[in-house]
């Protein structure tokens, strides 16, 4: 492995320039053979060599670092991975949610959910993992605030089977009602959102009646006059 660095580190002399699949390449190998210092290094070293890591970079370097149990670090490598605009997809993701839930780091994994909720498409397995890891900590209210978000954004992402899933695990604490009281208060909410909309749009139309009747009027009412007169 160190002649292979070593090879890798003299391309460039060679006239032969590392791209990323050259960099995913021995990244991997490195990794799985548990030299992940080494593999680190070289990822620090692309930014100087003006090569620029993708998902594929990112996600061996998590994984790995899960396996090393380094979940920080896994959690960091996956963070950097979407601030550099790369478009990490649900598995994973949920590969992240995974390693962070099995070391107990379940506010860690919440925080990653609610920066993803908006940028991937969860399916029902998804919100049932964090809901269910929430639940397992006592966090019932903050599966609650999830729920209150995804009806008044989109209510079809809330399944019947995820209801039935909630409903479940709330009726263990008897709490089953709560939900229940939630979805009719988000309903009242936007009831009451929609009226003040309609009520607003009535008020912004007649106002521009009002004004609209302030300047014609009079002219139609000259001509009208004038035209008797004559």
Known sequence: FKEAVDVFNSMGEKRCRPDTLSYNNLIDQLCKNNMLAEAEELYNGMKEKGVNPDEYTFVTLMDTCFEENRPDDAAAYYRTMVESKLRPNLGVYNKLVDGLVKVGKIDDAKSFFEMMVSKLRMNDDSYKFIMNALFEVGKHNEVLEIISKM?????????????????????????????????????????????????AAAKAKASARAAVSSLIPSKLFGNKQAKEES
């Open 151 to 199: 009806l008044k954004e989109d209510p079809t992402d809330f399944s019947s089977e995820l209801e039935e899933f909630v409903r479940e695990a709330l009726g263990k604490e008897g709490r089953e009602t709560e939900l229940t009281k939630l979805k009719d208060d988000v309903e009242r909410e936007k009831a009451e959102a929609a009226a003040r909309e309609a009520e």
